[in-house]
Each structure stands twice: as C-alpha cells, then as structure tokens.
C-alpha cells in the first residue's frame, strides 16, 4: 500500500463505518453520528490536531470507491477536521461553536497523508489489528499502570519552556514585542529555551521554578518583566543552542544581562505557587475562562488595576474628524468583559473609520479596496522603513491569516456565529493601540 497526500475536502468519511448501527450517507449524518455518542471526545480531538497537528504515526487508510476517496480507518480524525474546516457541518450548535473558535485559532491542516488501500479486504488485517486488542502479540499491547507511570515522568524538555511561555504569555499579554518574541522562539528556539531553564542558576536567577501543578515564583510579574523581555528578546534574535551549551555558557550569559535580572532584595518571603494546567496550549487559547475574566495571578499582580477593561482605553484621537473622534471615545465606554460582542464590533469599527479617514485625507487612492490594504498602507507612511517595533504585531496581524488576523475583524462584524474571545479582543486593542496614535500623529504632522 502507498502512502498520498490528499486534501480534507477530497476525502469522504465512511457511510459503512462499523462505529455507526445505521449507514451515513452523508457528511453531515457521518459527523452527527459520531458525535451522538460523546461530543466532547471529538472536540478535543480537533483541539489537539489543531494544535499538534495529524498523528503521524498513525495514518488513516482510504480506498477508491465509486468516483471517492473514502476513509476506512480514521473517520474521527477526518470528522474533526471537516468540522474544523466548516463548522456549518455540525448540527449541535454548543460543538459547532467549539470548533469555530479552535478553528479562528489555530492554522487547521489542509491536507492528509494516508495510506492507500486496493480494496476494503486488503485492509482489513490491519484495520482488525488496530481495534480487537492483543491479538496474542500481534495487535497493540497497551502499557501496566507501572508503565504509563514510568513514561509520564520522562516528559519531553521542551514541556517545561511551553509551560513557561504559557505562563508569562498571560503575565505580559499587553507586551506586543514581547508576544512577537515568544512566538518566533516558540517557532524557532523552544529547544534553546528548554535548554536554559534546565538549569537551575537560571532558573534562580529568573526567579522561577517548576512543580507538577505550576510554576514557582520568587518575584512579582512586575518585577520579573524586564528579564523575561531581555532573555526573550535574545532568543529570537541572536541567542542559540550552541551559544548557551554548556553550564560555563549559560553563566556567562546571565553576567552579560545581570542589569536586567531581578534584585535580591525584591524576592518574596516565599515562593509563589501559580497553577497551571498539566498540558500547555498557546496562550491565545489559554485565557478564555468562565465569565471571561482574566487567568489567576500572582496576589501582586491581582493588585495591579486591570489593564485593557475598554477597547482603545488609553488612545486619543487629536487630529482626526469630530465624527470619528466621538465613534472612538464612545466605543472607550464599552467594558469588554461585559459586552464582548459589542466591544469586538466597535473595535473593528474604530480601526477601519480611522484608517479610512487618513486614507482619504492623505490621498492614499491605490489598493484600498480592503481593510487589510488600508491598515498596510497607513503602516507604511508612519513606518515607511518598518523600524518601529511597536509596530511588529500591527504588520504581522493584519498582513497574515493566522490567529487574530483581519479576517477575525470582519468576523466579528459579519459572522453571525463568531464567538469574539474576551482575551483576543484585549490583545487587539493593545496590538493596533500603537498603530492609532502614531497614525494620529502623522496627520497631526501632515495637515492636508
């Protein structure tokens, strides 16, 4: 049997599968079915293919029958990628919801290496193998309770930097830059991360450490920032595996930013224990709780005032028409914990009408049929050589179709079933805050 890619809109679930007592004939009917027994089963399903991706050690099989690539092994996998891919698919409005949020969030894979079957016969042994058991050795032995236990210890490396980057990813959620750093370590340095909080002098002397139930910290987040900016910063730019190998290295670095780690007489009396959950997800997806309040804090953090309450709270508009002026210090009304919806649609509002207004003052005719090209344009006259880094995420969100990108502001103004996230709304408003003021600015500088 040969191995193909193929894309998710190509293959067809199986209307024969011996999961259902009744045939599917349909995609719809195929996915109802599956989630009639146990919805939530494949809603993390999809959360963890969106997130991981498709488990490459287990691929699905599929056979050629009448004009259709249909999958014979495999069909939760593929339901939850149809669902992710069109949530309309789903009859049960509380999962279809689920999906389309996992879906707004994460990049969902296109498409699907599977095995290639001749025929349903062919497959069947290893179809049998997969679902009856032991086999007397033959099938998938599962491991003893000793054995899960002695594999769960070995965690991964990289597990502890993704529960670091999860943490300090909701300590400093308004830090843009520093956001924008993450993600390229996440990316591209998670080993090197891995590397350094392996060892102990670093994890002192950043004022962290690590439990099964959380992280330790000898500092505030406050006092913490300028450290984790620092040694963020680093790693995304020019700080490599090879430059923090060994333990002399590693020393050598924290003497290199020693002005920016925090002071002993700032420590607290005793560690504090922050919880965090046992598997680590990207911090976009990890504050969404109940109630849409923010994620527990340290209790010297709690003290702080909230930040971001209201969308565009810290801006003003000097320069700009007394119409659009009012539209932004009316939408600074709106508490977004209490009216997410309403925040989300005000919040598209104001940088459109902003943008759209500079756009026509200055002349800026060309490529202004859509909102991404009116945000590129106005970044590209108050940052013609794309230097300020305030700027970064402006330019990354709205020039790419990732998580938080344009196309959640046009959903949260066009989609009735958008479901506008309390955290995803904040973060925007602190990502395009930089971009309204320098834009003011600019026409403050530039009368026309």
Known sequence: MEQRDFAVTDLSLDGQNPRHAMPTPTTREAIAALLRKDPDKLVRLAQN?????????????????????????????????????????????????????????????????????????????????????????????????????????????????????????EWYR?????????????????????????????????????????ILADYDPEVMHDSVRRLFSDLATHLSVSQVKSKDQRREYLGAIKEHLPQ???????????????????????????????????????????????????????????????????????????????????LRAVIDITVTEAAEKQGW????????????????HIDPKSEDRELDEARRMSQNDGALSVKNLHGFMHQWDAQPMILDITTLSGVYTPMLMKLDKYLGENPK
């Open 365 to 380: 005719r060309r490529r202004q049929d859509r909102l991404r090209e009116r945000i590129g344009v106005a970044l590209q």
């Open 49 to 169: 293919i969106a997130e991981k991706g498709v488990n490459p050690t287990e691929l699905p099989i599929v056979v050629h029958e009448e004009n259709q690539v249909v999958v014979i092994e495999g069909n939760r996998r593929l339901a939850a990628l149809k669902a992710l891919s069109d949530p309309n698919l789903v009859d049960d409005p509380r999962v279809r919801q689920q999906m389309g949020i996992i879906a707004r969030r994460h990049s969902v894979p296109r498409t699907v290496r599977c095995v290639v079957a001749e025929s349903r016969e062919e497959a069947r042994h290893w179809i049998t193998l997969r679902h009856t058991g032991e086999n007397e050795g033959v099938g998938v032995q599962p491991w003893t309770s000793e054995q899960k236990t002695r594999f769960a210890q070995k965690k991964s490396p990289n597990e502890r930097a993704l529960r670091f980057i999860q943490q300090v990813s």
């Open 174 to 214: 308004t830090d843009a830059k520093l956001l924008q750093d993450i993600e390229t370590v996440r990316s591209n340095r998670l080993t090197t991360l891995a590397r350094m909080l392996s060892d102990p002098k670093v994890r002192n002397s950043l004022g962290v450490d690590f439990q099964d139930n959380g």
């Open 264 to 346: 002993n007489s700032e420590r607290l009396a005793q560690p504090r224990l922050i919880q965090t959950p046992a598997r680590t997800v990207p911090p976009q997806s990890a504050a969404n709780r109940e109630g849409g309040s923010p994620p527990p804090a340290a209790s010297g953090a709690a003290a702080r005032p909230q930040r971001d309450k209201r969308v565009f709270q810290n801006v003003v508009l000097r320069f700009v028409s007394p119409r659009t002026a009012k539209v932004l210090n009316e939408a600074k009304k709106i508490v977004i914990a209490d009216s997410p919806n309403v925040a989300a649609i005000v």
